[in-house]
């Protein structure tokens, strides 16, 4: 019933947040309203992020985000998790197709778009985990996304989000994100960023 899994991720969440107290402002922060909310019937959080930048690969990869988004992916019904993988990329159109050019060059675009197709075609946590992977892989930055993201999924895996992310489809998603982004208001400046 509502009330028991109220009362039971109400339960989780005060634990949790507890455990947190030190850890970092805008996370309890974060939390804190998920506790608030957690009586009314859905709540959604987008995270904008793109794959080469510093402060979203350290927000994807460091402990306290990476417990804090995986606490919230258990209660799908209450949380709507959104990761948006394009930042501060730019798009353009010809007769093939989107084309998109990313702040920190094409090698990130390939990032967002491996991120953007795990999240479209594997279960919500799985998506997360390929996306922090991948980014706990770009520390030796020696910019090959097919390699990083080879090492972080099975062969039919890999074969299965390359074709998404070489083909139309990853080329509509990527669009789709743009579009999502770029319709933020006010515009980002900076990332990662929450918008609740």
Request: glycine share 6%; aromatic share 10%.
């Given at each position: ?45 987008d995270m904008f992020t793109e794959s080469l930048c510093p ?92 390699k990083y993201a080879e090492e972080c999924l099975n062969a ?39 918008h609740i």
């Open positions: 019933t509502q009330s028991t899994w109220g009362h039971q991720i109400n339960k989780n969440l005060k634990e949790y947040i507890t455990t947190l107290m030190n850890k970092n402002l805008l996370l309890i922060t974060v939390l804190a309203l998920c506790y608030v909310a957690s009586a009314a019937p859905h709540l959604t959080i402060d979203c690969v350290g927000f994807l990869t460091q402990t306290s985000y990476s417990s804090f988004y995986k606490v919230l992916l258990k209660y799908p019904d209450v949380v709507q998790l959104n990761l948006w993988p394009y930042g501060n990329a730019r798009e353009s159109q010809d007769e093939q197709g989107y084309k998109f050019k990313c702040q920190h060059g094409e090698e990130e675009c390939i990032g967002n778009l491996y991120e953007a197709c795990a999240l479209r075609k594997f279960e919500r946590v799985a998506g997360f985990d390929f996306a922090q992977c991948l980014e706990g892989g770009l520390s030796k930055q020696d910019g090959n996304m097919d039919e895996q890999f074969e299965q989000l390359r074709q998404c992310v070489y083909g139309q489809e990853g080329n509509q998603l990527m669009h789709e994100i743009a579009q999502k982004t770029n319709s933020l208001v006010p515009a980002h400046q900076y990332l990662s960023l929450i």
